[in-house]
């Protein structure tokens, strides 16, 4: 099973509010400035969507062994 992020014009979007350190704040306000991204809001939803894709497949798969194995 796979887990992929719908994009942002897929879903409905909700606001959070995040705390992030200074040197972090400025390197996706860099990034934003050099053309990476169109906004810091971007930015943060293109890291969220690759935690997701790296991390999520590895979570499910550990949640069925474990449920398997009760």
């Not at 979007?13 to 906004?39: H, N």
């Amino acid at each position: 099973m796979s887990v992929k992020c719908q994009t942002p014009e897929a879903t409905q979007m909700q606001r959070i509010t995040i705390r992030l350190p200074e040197q972090q704040l400025e390197m996706i306000d860099y990034m934003v400035a050099q053309g990476e991204f169109p906004s810091a809001s971007e930015a943060i939803r293109t890291a969220v969507r690759e935690l997701i894709d790296d991390r999520g497949e590895k979570l499910l798969r550990r949640s069925e062994i474990l449920s398997a194995m009760s």
